[in-house]
């Protein structure tokens, strides 16, 4: 697998978004098998895998020579002091990059924080042209919010220096974080003679949802993030639950949305008054063409799930179908309050009484499947939150961002 280099200034424990998203990227790549190299001016890396570098003079020079980043950046002089850093950072960087076959440099090119460091590093590409380079843009000295600077407070750069910051590099991918600021900053910098690509932030949704390995597991063989709606019926198989009743809900609301998702998470009961249950369910599945729609827990778990499990399953889905016959309590409804998850229920005396009127209540013995999947369907098409969740679910989660978007660039 290829050697790939991630460059930054600093590194967590420091605190920013940028060092936390090199972290993770540099996990991930990692985990696919690429050998990773952290450069950076700062931080530390326990990970095994990860090769990490660290490089003093690559940081923020403000953080290690106040007077000198004056110097360069508030004054624009260029002497014998911004030389010399830039061989130092030469000295201690060059063979590392020697080893690589992709650099990725994340805001360093477009940021005036180490002006010497870029120096290097576009001569080291002169004299390497065949090194694949990618600029990751994530700010630019001149683009303050939406608004392009012709002078930045505090920096006052001489032609060469402006140069340096904002004439782009031969062959280099410019990667950007957002079609938006991408629309600034080729105002800024000309980039017409550039292959430029629009590649979002993303959040690593299992760490951020905190979901355990067993349940993110499912979530992969079973591509949940992929689909939606992500249905659950928290229950066991048992007879009183109405599955069959959910089933039909399913059936229909699959003429709107394809990829739906049903998850049952509980197990087969085997008290006699069950006997045959599941099979009639499967056989329900089966004339209703939804065996690639249902999941069934009880097919990947042999025990009971744990509670962080089944709160995993809730945050992971968009709404919950609890359409039981009869209950001495409810709860799920706890669970899916707790959770905010928005729960589809039968409307049964006792699910009043826990919920009062903030429940979606369905009269299953008098309202057709039919009717109930229509009402599920103009809640979820209307609901913003739902709506939000299903995008950063499919577009957001850093492991596919990477895999689709960044692998192809390698």
């Known amino acids: 697998m290829k050697k790939i280099a991630l460059l930054h200034y600093a590194y967590p424990p420091n605190i920013g978004g940028v060092e936390i998203l090199i972290r993770e990227h540099a996990k991930i790549l990692s985990e696919m098998g690429y050998q990773v190299s952290v450069i950076t001016g700062d931080g530390e890396e326990k990970n095994p895998k990860i090769n990490f570098v660290k490089i003093p003079e690559i940081q923020s020079i403000l953080k290690f020579n106040p007077v000198l980043y004056e110097k360069i950046i508030e004054k624009g002089i260029i002497d014998d002091n911004f030389y010399s850093l830039a061989k130092t950072i030469q000295d201690k960087l060059e063979s590392h990059l020697d080893q690589q076959d992709v650099i990725i440099v994340h805001n360093m090119f477009t940021l005036v924080h180490n002006l010497p460091f870029v120096y290097f590093l576009k001569n080291y590409l002169k004299k390497n042209p065949n090194k694949k ?25 001489n032609k060469e220096e402006r140069d340096l910051l904002l004439k782009p590099i031969n062959n280099a991918i410019y990667v950007i974080i957002s079609n938006t600021f991408k629309d600034l900053l080729v105002k800024v ?39 939606y709606p992500l249905v ?45 249950y599941y099979e009639k369910l499967l056989a329900q599945i089966n004339e209703l063409d939804l065996k690639n729609n249902v999941v069934f827990l009880k097919d990947s778990f042999e025990r009971s799930l744990e509670n962080s499990e089944i709160h995993d399953l809730y945050d992971l889905s968009d709404l919950v179908l609890f359409f039981s016959n009869g209950e001495n309590f409810g709860l799920p409804l706890l669970e899916a309050a707790l959770t905010s998850t928005p729960a589809f229920v039968s409307d049964l005396k006792v699910f009043k009484e826990i919920g009062g009127n903030n429940l979606f209540n369905i009269e299953v013995n008098k309202q057709t499947a039919e009717q109930t999947a229509l009402f599920v369907k103009n809640f979820l098409e209307t609901d913003k939150v739902i709506q939000l969740k299903k995008t950063v679910r499919q577009k957001y989660n850093l492991e596919t961002i990477i895999k689709n978007q960044l692998i192809p660039l390698l």
């Open 189 to 227: 910098m000309d980039l017409s003679k550039n292959q430029t690509v629009v590649i979002p932030d993303g959040i690593n949704l299992q760490k951020f949802l905190e979901i355990d390995d067993s349940i993110w597991k499912v979530v992969q063989e079973k591509q949940l993030l992929s689909s």
């Open 133 to 157: 380079l990618i600029v990751w843009s994530h700010d630019q000295t001149y683009i303050d919010g939406e608004n392009i600077l012709k002078e930045k407070p505090g920096v006052n750069l």
């Open 232 to 276: 659950l019926s928290p229950v066991n198989i048992i007879f009183r639950k109405n599955l069959e009743y959910c089933l039909d809900t399913i059936f229909f609301l699959k003429k709107y949305f394809p990829n739906i998702k049903y998850i049952i998470s509980g197990q087969v009961s085997n008290h006699r008054k069950n006997q045959g």
